[in-house]
């Protein structure tokens, strides 16, 4: 359901992943939803039923669905049903030759699923989160919800023809669950913010408020439940006792900001920040001092934070407090941009951030592997070329016979005789 104008989550990827194969010469379909996100308020002008438009070359159909304002239990689950009950009477209309479904939201593979066997095209998922793991690991659903809905998702992936995941974490997950693994595809998400080539760090912070002598550690992003920042606003109340520098930042808004703003009150070392329009976002982060990633302890497996591919690029070092295990923690290693501490342990993350600023040598040779790892292995044009072989395997022959792989790059616009691929996208809260 998540597709532009809205800027984070789920909805950068889907978008370039639509307009990139629209570009090539597909005919691209998008049937999503109202955009929502993460505000979990429809935004202004969006608010009725819409015509279908024309989003560069991608035929965007937006189906209207209810919008929890906090986004748990029955209300959530009746909002996936309703978009994917109207979204699946939208396929009825197309004869796609390829329809690929973006998980979460769960439900959504289901009409995908069921017209496939009688319209008799191919249907492909991308999971940026895993459902059951998420309703497990954020304590959003009961044990025995959590299992059955892992049954639920088990079960839907295990009848499409192809899984794309976008990190080796998941893939183990899937393959532990019993999914072929000649099914899964690993297409890691990429860096979809543009850093300015030169910054004036003093001026951006005198513009933000931000004194000379404070220690920025920026969060910048959604503040959903998994995130759990109140560990944020812990570690914001340790640095108020110990008359530390540190000051924290919470740029952005979700369905949790009432909440976190309640559980700040008489906390002196925190500051939230509305969204930044482009530009403004990507210099506040290159004026931060560090850049904070947070996930409430007990989280896994269901999520890989989209916002490092982000904070890669924006060459500050990063503190993430997850566990060991988890995605996250295998991008904060394998990029070497930063520091992992423990999610739950407000002052190993206040001494990691103090560290960074004790050793300014250490703190930009982690910036820069972050930014030289976003530009080997989180380029925009690798992710798109892989994609793009993914959704030509995906529709088989139907598409390879008209468009082989290296056409696709060159080829503008193939008008009528283009291959049809319709993409159902829907994301919860990350």
């Not at 950068?12 to 955009?35: C, S």
């Not at 906390?267 to 530009?279: C, D, H, I, K, S």
């Not at 490092?308 to 924006?314: D, G, K, P, S």
């Not at 250490?362 to 790892?373: K, Q, S």
Request: charged letters at 20%; one cysteine or more.
């Amino acid at each position: 359901m998540n597709f532009a104008p809205e800027t984070t989550g789920i909805a950068p990827y889907t978008t370039g992943f639509a307009r990139h194969l629209a570009l090539g010469g597909m005919q691209v379909t998008a049937v999503t939803g109202h955009p929502h996100y993460p505000e979990w308020a429809v935004h202004p002008g969006y608010e009725d039923a819409r015509a279908p438009e024309v989003d560069e070359g991608v035929e965007v159909v937006r189906v209207q669905h209810p919008v929890p304002g906090n986004p748990t239990g029955l209300a959530r689950i009746w909002m996936e049903i309703v978009f994917s009950v109207r979204a699946g009477l939208r396929l009825l209309r197309l004869r796609p030759s390829a329809v690929v479904v973006v998980s979460p939201a769960l439900l959504s593979i289901v009409p995908a699923v069921v017209l496939a066997f009688f319209l008799r095209f191919r249907v492909g998922v991308i999971v940026q989160d895993l459902y059951g793991a998420a309703l497990a690991e954020t304590g959003l659903a009961g044990g025995r919800l959590a299992r059955a809905t892992a049954r639920l998702e088990r079960a839907l992936l295990r009848q499409v023809h192809s899984v794309a995941v976008i990190h080796d974490v998941f893939r183990a997950s899937l393959v532990a669950q019993g999914i072929p693994t000649n099914r899964i595809t690993v297409m890691p998400n990429w860096t979809h913010v543009t850093m300015p080539s030169t910054t004036d760090r003093e001026a951006v912070r005198r513009n933000l408020g931000w004194g000379p002598d404070e220690v920025i550690a920026l969060h910048a992003g959604n503040m959903g439940v998994k995130q759990g920042l109140e560990g944020l606003i812990d570690v914001a109340r340790l640095a108020t006792e110990r008359g530390s520098a540190v000051r924290v930042v919470l740029l952005g808004t979700g369905s949790q900001a009432a909440h976190l703003a309640t559980y700040a009150e008489g906390v002196g070392r925190v500051t939230f920040m509305q969204p930044l329009p482009n530009g403004m976002f990507e210099a506040a982060l290159a004026a931060a001092d560090c850049l904070l990633l947070h996930e409430k302890p007990g989280v896994l497996e269901m999520s890989v934070p989209s916002k490092l591919t982000t904070y890669f690029a924006a060459g500050r070092p990063v503190v993430a407090a997850t566990d060991a295990r988890s995605g996250a923690a295998a991008l904060v290693t394998a990029s070497k941009a930063g520091k992992r501490v423990a999610s739950g342990d407000p002052g190993a993350l206040l001494d990691a951030v103090e560290w960074l600023v004790s050793e300014p040598r250490r703190a930009a040779v982690m910036g820069g592997n972050g930014r030289r790892y976003a530009a080997e292995h989180l380029t925009e044009f690798s992710a798109m070329e892989r994609h793009q072989a993914w959704v030509l395997d995906l529709a088989g022959e139907a598409i390879a016979a008209r468009i082989s792989p290296n056409e696709v790059m060159d080829t503008c616009h193939l008008g009528d005789q283009a291959p049809r691929l319709d993409a159902v996208t829907r994301q919860v809260a990350r």
